[in-house]
């Protein structure tokens, strides 16, 4: 079965959805296509930091079997979006991504999260004496035997001296963070475009100082919205594993743009993953 277009999967899943209701202190409005698939998202306050900005956590809660994506999900999943922009006093938001797992999704594969995750974000408010008033619209993929796409709607205002929640899932979210390039001890990046039939190629290779696990899955991500980039094939030999995934450009540009800077390769293995940033120019 080959995956459809997004578009026509977005299409579709807008409109199998209905409405529900999640209530209690701080849960969302959500709405899904199956009944039983979000069980609950709530916004977990988190605690106040000493410059003022607040660690706080989405919590996705699904039903068993379900699963819901990472920020790149594969080439059949659906990246959450968030939309902050009913927020008052909020100046900045960071998420933190947990480690995801892979999905077979109808023999494709897919990144996320199984029954439940907390997403760790810092909000940064403009005011810090002032109360955040957070508003945040989210549409997110899930999926099971079939698979859907849900929206959840969280209105809250958290004062500065709001008592702490949810402290320890929200520590355990954060310990669950991708290494670091430092971290894993990744010596050398390098990437480079190459055409390939009526397209392109992008190839990565990163060179650890200790050889890495044989079976990692390589994520490339190109840092801007308009660069498409396809799930990639990997190979280890040595300490140099590398990576290639077919790339394309919108419609209307002659080429993909390569910003080496704004690259990012996530390695995914068994229990690891590390998160590389950049890469140089082949010598």
């Given at each position: ?231 990639a094939s990997s190979r280890t030999e040595g300490r140099t ?43």
């Amino acid at each position: 079965m080959s995956p459809l277009p997004r578009s026509l999967r977005l299409a579709g899943l807008a409109a199998a959805m209905i409405a529900g209701t999640a209530v209690g202190p701080g849960a969302a409005e959500t709405s899904g296509g199956v009944p039983g698939a979000v069980e609950a998202v709530t916004l977990l306050d988190g605690w106040r930091e000493a410059d003022g900005s607040r660690m706080a956590g989405i919590e996705i809660r699904l039903g068993p079997g379900w699963h819901t994506y990472w920020r790149a999900p594969g080439s059949t999943g659906i990246a959450p979006i968030f939309d902050w922009s009913g927020s008052g006093n909020l100046a900045s938001v960071a998420t933190d991504w947990p480690r995801p797992v892979l999905f077979d999704s109808f023999g494709v594969r897919s990144i996320g999260y199984a029954e439940r995750v907390v997403l760790p974000v810092r909000l940064v408010p403009a005011d810090p004496a002032a109360p955040l008033e957070v508003g945040l619209s989210l549409d997110f993929g899930v999926c099971s035997d079939i698979c859907t796409l849900a929206q959840a709607r969280i209105d809250e205002r958290i004062a500065p001296g709001a008592p702490e929640e949810g402290r320890a899932r929200i520590e355990a979210a954060l310990a669950a963070r991708v290494e670091s390039a430092a971290e894993a001890g990744v010596a050398q990046v390098t990437c480079a475009l190459q055409p390939e039939g009526r397209g392109y190629a992008l190839t990565a290779r990163v060179t650890f100082a200790e050889a890495p696990p044989p079976d990692a899955v390589a994520v490339l991500e190109a840092g801007r919205p308009d660069i498409w980039i396809g799930d990639a094939s990997s190979r280890t030999e040595g300490r140099t594993l590398t990576a290639r995934a077919p790339i394309q450009a919108p419609p209307g540009m002659a080429g993909p743009v390569l910003e080496r800077q704004a690259l990012r390769l996530t390695l995914l293995d068994d229990g690891r993953a590390v998160d590389i940033l950049g890469c140089d120019a082949p010598r």
